[in-house]
């Protein structure tokens, strides 16, 4: 007698399940940041933060996949800058400089989610370095999952957002020449993490020959650039932070932090998984750097 197996979801249904997943997570996040109002309003949010990812954490954990989380990283800043925007807002913060960095994060943010979710094939689908951790920490997986997957970058982001709280809701500054340059330096991390995106998008679109190496538009200049446009984007708005307020300068720690973990670990993990998977990857590296571009190289 054949058993029965349970229904497929096509990409479409899965995202569903993924949407009503942050749905509920916002939820508990918003009941966990009313629980805790009485503290302040960054110790807030990140109580709030923590209690979304745990939302999230579970829903992986049932579906089997911890892909679940992929999206957090560019959905939670879109609700904290909405927090520190019309939560915590005081009479001295730059209404221009507010609708500026709101305009930049929700258009980083979508942008990015969207770039997620086109390329997510379903609830079978999960990311390659989730799938290698699962297979080595093998019966502890949920316990990488839930610290090395999950509570570690929403803190990095956490950190990261930091920046938007003197930016949206305490900085007094007048507009300056700081928030000039963190204009140019955030929209153009937008646009390069754009651009690199849709390059590699058109690039797999051809079906390149199995091993073949991505070396055009932007990618004949770093090998990561779709990362350098991440970390810049976050030393964007710490220009923000600073420009609202000298005093902000703490809020630093944020883009470090992000940058050390892009350098020392995102990096050298794609650059390992592609040096095993595609000839003379060796010797892009070589001529390559990983984000800094160089415009003259030798080949």
Not at 112 to 137: I, M, V
Not at 149 to 173: K, Q, R
Not at 176 to 200: F, K, P, V
Request: glycine fraction near 8%; include cysteine.
């Amino acid at each position: 007698m054949k058993t029965s197996q349970p229904p497929a979801h096509t990409p479409g249904k899965a995202l569903s399940i993924v949407a009503a997943a942050y749905v509920l997570a916002l939820l508990a996040a918003t009941g966990t940041g009313y629980l805790y109002r009485g503290l302040h309003p960054v110790f807030m949010i990140l109580s709030a933060d923590i209690a979304g990812t745990l939302v999230i954490y579970i829903f992986g954990r049932i579906f089997h996949n911890a892909s679940f989380y992929d999206p957090y990283w560019s959905i939670a800043p879109l609700f904290m800058a909405l927090f520190w925007l019309y939560g915590f807002s005081s009479w001295a913060a730059v209404t221009l400089r507010q609708i500026i960095v709101a305009v930049l994060v929700f258009a980083w943010g979508l942008r990015l989610t969207f770039n997620w979710a086109r390329r997510w094939q379903g609830l079978k689908d999960e990311d390659w370095r989730y799938r290698d951790l699962r297979t080595k920490s093998k019966g502890w997986f949920w316990l990488v999952d839930l610290v090395g997957i999950e509570l570690m970058p929403t803190i990095m982001v956490f950190l990261g957002c930091l920046s938007l709280y003197p930016a949206l809701a305490a900085g007094g500054n007048r507009f300056n020449i700081l928030d000039i340059a963190a204009i140019i330096i955030t929209a153009g991390a937008i646009l390069i993490e754009a651009t690199a995106d849709e390059q590699l998008r058109d690039f797999l679109k051809k079906k390149p020959v199995p091993g073949e190496i991505m070396a055009e538009g932007l990618w004949a200049y770093a090998r990561h650039p779709n990362y350098l446009g991440e970390v810049t984007f976050w030393w964007g708005l710490f220009f923000f932070a600073i420009a609202s307020g000298i005093s902000y300068w703490w809020t630093i720690i944020g883009p470090v932090f992000i940058t050390a973990l892009f350098t020392f670990i995102s990096v050298p993990m794609m650059d390992k998984r592609n040096a095993t998977r595609r000839p003379g990857y060796d010797e892009y590296t070589k001529n390559t750097p990983a984000l800094i571009p160089r415009f003259s190289r030798t080949r």
